[in-house]
């Protein structure tokens, strides 16, 4: 028996490859699935199901398209009606892999066609359980997501969601090895845990939703609390999945479009794409394309294109290394963003050689920063854009909160004439939002190297009161 978890780190994402005797099953795969396909053939195995926990809102699956290039049926649990050709399995059904089996459970609540598949060993003996959105380590999956589709309230679902943990994971060995399809960083849930793999034991004595003293009521309350809107392309990403999607490799293909700099400049003007520079985010404050927005590939990437770009169906323009040009269109594939029109040919530098006009960020390291403070009797302002959860826990005192995720809601609060400051926890978010600000044509602004981390270094004084203003 062989379980390996492959890990996604930009989309904190758990894929998997299970295999038997020659048979293999995915759990949840990715987009590119060629990877899967080469494991299995370098081990001469063929993959023989490909599980699907539930129509996923955070990435595009690659269950279909591994399908179609290896014949292996796709499985949802019950209730799934997707619009293509899949096995719905009933709760408890089994599939044999190898000396393994695999034991379907709906688990529904995160969504309602949600299901854990539990793995035996050639014994029987019960040895691993396969979570998805179901149950994370540390956490569980929001119940808000499927609210449209299920025509039910977030208090229904995780209702539903209490009984499904107690019914069908609660009863389970302590000893059962729990993989679930999120870690910490995805927006598929409120609070979890850095680890990846857990026993279900040590679960029960960590994950505040799995208290064996909670009443339904209390796990309603403490599962819906605190939970901020989803992401705007999560709708667009479950639709694809249930629907299907064009082929990654086409996709890939139709965005490697090499353009001029003139033609990189028309192709903006005529079809109001995004100027989306992925490069490191000091290159872009030193020189950029005017109008152009920043989200650099080396952090959190997809899911910050996807909640702030937010329609899959918007053409963009890359800037990039000629030499990641491939990895940032996957990247965006892995999201649903499919309408890549090509590239800017030799970069940001080719740019500047057309004499083409340019732009920069002011930022200036936490010292200067501190004692620009100073030397104004704290009498500047200043603009924190890191989650409303972090600003609460502790931030500098003059500061203003104005979430990155939520930064167009909050253009009016930026000062129209005087100098502002803005910061986050390490520099990456707030130059994404210098970006946005000064496409919207709000230029005043300066950033602060290094974000919060360096700010408290350098002795700003900080709290953790926050005065209800600031969190519009």
């Not at 396909?37 to 690659?62: L, N, P, Q, R, W």
């Not at 799934?80 to 892999?97: H, R």
């Amino acid at each position: 028996m062989k379980i390996e978890q492959i890990y996604t780190g930009c989309l904190a994402q758990g894929a998997y490859y299970i295999e038997s005797n020659g048979e293999v099953a995915i759990i949840d795969p990715l987009r590119e699935v060629q990877p899967y396909i080469d494991k299995a053939e370098a081990a001469g195995a063929k993959i023989k199901y490909i599980f699907e926990t539930h129509f996923h809102a955070d990435f595009v699956s690659g269950h279909v398209t591994l399908s179609e290039k290896t014949g292996a049926p796709i499985i949802y649990g019950p209730t799934a009606n997707p619009n293509f050709e899949a096995i719905t399995a009933t709760d408890g059904q089994e599939f044999k892999l190898g000396e393994l089996t695999f034991v379907v459970l709906h688990t529904p609540g995160h969504t309602m066609e949600s299901a854990t598949y539990l793995l035996k060993d050639k014994e029987g003996k019960d040895h691993a359980l396969f979570t998805g959105d179901t149950l994370f380590l540390g956490d569980v999956g929001r119940p808000d997501l499927a609210q449209k589709a299920a025509h039910m309230t977030q208090e229904e679902l995780a209702g539903i969601l209490y009984d499904s943990l107690r019914n069908k994971i609660m009863p389970l060995a302590d000893d059962v090895i729990v993989y679930p399809a999120h870690g910490a960083g995805s927006a598929c849930g409120k609070n979890m845990m850095k680890e990846t793999v857990d026993t279900l034991g040590h679960q029960k004595e960590v994950n505040y939703a799995l208290r064996s003293d909670m009443t339904k009521e209390e796990f309603i309350k403490e599962v819906t609390d605190g939970l901020l809107p989803p992401p705007a392309y999560f709708p667009m990403n479950v639709k694809m999945n249930k629907e299907g999607y064009k082929n990654i490799e086409e996709v890939i293909k139709r965005g490697q479009i090499a353009l001029s700099p003139a033609a990189f400049e028309a192709a903006a003007n005529e079809t109001e794409a995004v100027m989306l520079d992925v490069r490191d985010q000091s290159d872009f404050a030193k020189g950029h394309i005017p109008g152009s927005i920043f989200i650099g590939i080396d952090d959190s990437f997809a899911p910050w294109v996807g909640d702030l770009i937010q329609n899959v169906e918007q053409p963009i323009l890359l800037i990039a290394e000629k030499d990641r040009i491939e990895e940032v269109i996957t990247r965006l594939s892995r999201v649903g963003f499919d309408n890549t029109l090509g590239y800017l040919d030799g970069g940001f530098e080719a740019w500047k050689k057309a004499s083409k006009e340019y732009d920069n960020v002011t930022s200036i390291p936490a010292n200067e920063f501190k004692q620009i403070e100073e030397d104004s009797n704290s009498d500047i302002e200043i603009f924190d854009v890191r989650k409303p959860s972090e600003f609460q826990a502790e931030h500098i005192v003059s500061a203003y909160n104005t979430p990155l995720s939520d930064l167009n809601n909050h253009l009016s609060e930026y000062p129209e004439n005087e100098t502002f400051y803005i910061y986050c926890a390490g520099g990456y978010r707030s130059m994404i939002a210098a970006s946005i600000l000064k496409s919207r044509g709000i230029h005043n602004l300066i950033d602060v190297q290094g974000g919060f981390n360096a700010i408290k270094e350098a002795g700003f004084e900080t709290t953790n009161y926050v005065c209800p203003s600031t969190l519009k």
